[in-house]
T-cell receptor, first 113, second 109 residues
Framework: GAGVSQSPRYKVAKRGQDVALRCDPISGHVSLFWYQQALGQGPEFLTYFQNEAQLDKSGLPSDRFFAERPEGSVSTLKIQRTQQEDSAVYLC???????????FGQGTRLTVV | AQRVTQPEKLLSVFKGAPVELKCNYSYSGSPELFWYVQYSRQRLQLLLRHISRESIKGFTADLNKGETSFHLKKPFAQEEDSAMYYCALRRPGTYKYIFGTGTRLKVLA
């Protein structure tokens, strides 16, 4: 594809529901990142993958958040038992290597009601 | 702690006027600094980085280590410059960006 693709673009979840957000990075990109962007804020780092290895999950706000990238390409961010404070735009980005330019997807806007 | 501060949430200028979007950072070392832009209904994209010293779409940014600033400037604003601008910091050789809260630039006709 032409860029990083995220789905769904919008998700409304009832409080307590589990959600799964998908990211298709640019083909061949080794590094993949997830960021969370709350309303009126800049993106905040959640987690980083190098190929299939999750090398940094220091930004995940709680153990309800889980990310995986089992085959080193597509990644899924899962949020269990969603809470209202989880409402945000979730951005995925990929880059050829860890310290090169990151290309962002359009994001998934999650609203927890 | 590493931090990026963008003091203005909104900046409105008239077309043809100069524009300066402020960015200050807190980092004990020599960081990599970036400006990202998000046009309406589009994804976040890299505008420029301090290391390349480029001018993109007429924008420039100079790293001032003494003032710990990386302000974004353009001498003559265009309506198509209207967008959300984010300043970001990254430790050299690493992968994690630290973003500011963003400044919305509105260029008025």
């Amino acid at each position: 594809g032409a860029g990083v693709s995220q789905s769904p673009r919008y998700k409304v979840a009832k409080r307590g529901q589990d959600v799964a957000l998908r990211c298709d990075p640019i083909s061949g990109h080794v590094s993949l990142f997830w960021y969370q962007q709350a309303l009126g804020q800049g993106p905040e780092f959640l987690t980083y993958f190098q190929n299939e290895a999750q090398l940094d999950k220091s930004g995940l706000p709680s153990d309800r958040f889980f990310a995986e990238r089992p085959e080193g390409s597509v990644s899924t961010l899962k949020i269990q038992r969603t809470q209202q404070e989880d409402s945000a735009v979730y951005l995925c980005a990929s880059s050829p290597e860890k310290n090169t330019e990151a290309f962002f997807g359009q994001g998934t806007r999650l609203t927890v009601v | 702690a590493q931090r990026v501060t963008q003091p203005e949430k909104l900046l409105s200028v008239f077309k043809g006027a100069p524009v300066e979007l402020k960015c200050n950072y807190s980092y004990s070392g020599s960081p990599e600094l970036f400006w990202y832009v998000q046009y309406s209904r589009q994804r976040l994209q890299l505008l420029l980085r301090h290391i390349s010293r480029e001018s993109i779409k007429g924008f420039t940014a100079d790293l001032n280590k003494g003032e710990t600033s990386f302000h974004l400037k353009k001498p003559f604003a265009q309506e198509e410059d209207s967008a959300m601008y984010y300043c970001a910091l990254r430790r050299p050789g690493t992968y994690k960006y630290i973003f500011g809260t963003g400044t919305r630039l509105k260029v008025l006709a």
